[in-house]
């Protein structure tokens, strides 16, 4: 006997749907406001490692006013429809950030700039440590409930600001503590590896597969044999 699928309520859904608005209002205040303060600071202090963190919470903003946009609609039909343009804006924006960050990189490791001392660039970086993480979180578990792609890719971009922002306080203390400026761009490049294979994987589709919800049945917990427990089919990434 086949299983039937059923995604969240209508009211669940709606209620997933202004989280994500939250989340996402709440990341792009924060970016801008990093994007400012690493701009002023690098400009200041050091061109390349801030100026290109400031760029990448630019690069974060994009992504996350893409998530806004599709859930600006308040009909799930029109979300629905968005959701693939949105992903692209996504891929485009993970491509984009892998190719500033690879850039950089290079840059760095031949000598043409390096991470200087800079105090509020660490203080910059360690708040971004301290906040990123948590709404990634919370923007990716609502977004595997709801099953949207889009909000679960822009969760990722998070994380992986997150990752930037250790690197660049990695960076920026090892270069003032050992002269280490090498290890700032060894471990950018890897997250620009990272970025390329999200952003890949966000214009493609991949990401989130639960189902939608079934209106006409009672929520009762049944997932198809296609759909592990957490809503998501083979080759999703929702899960991961």
Known sequence: MTAI?????????DALARRIR???AATITYNVIEAVVAITAGTMASPTALIGFGLDSVIEVSSAAA??????A????????REKATLRIIAISFFALAAYVSFDAV??????????????????AALSLAIMPFLSAAQRKAGRELGSASAVSDSKQ??????????????????ATLGWSWADPIAALVIAAIALKEGRD???GKGCCAPAANTSLPAVGIVTAEADACGCKPGCTCCS
């Not at 699928?5 to 859904?13: A, F, H, I, W």
């Not at 998530?67 to 600006?72: D, I």
């Not at 308040?74 to 429809?81: K, Q, S």
């Open 74 to 81: 308040r009909d799930h039909a029109v979300r629905d429809a």
């Open 107 to 124: 840059r760095a490791l031949t000598g043409t700039g390096e991470a200087d001392r800079s105090i509020p660039g660490i203080v910059i």
């Open 67 to 72: 998530v806004a946009w599709q859930f600006s």
């Open 158 to 175: 998070t994380l992986l600001c997150t990752y930037l922002s250790a690197v660049l306080l990695l960076g920026l203390v090892l270069n």
């Open 202 to 204: 966000a214009w493609q």
């Open 5 to 13: 699928s059923l995604g969240p309520s209508p009211t669940r859904r």
């Open 22 to 24: 939250f989340l996402v």
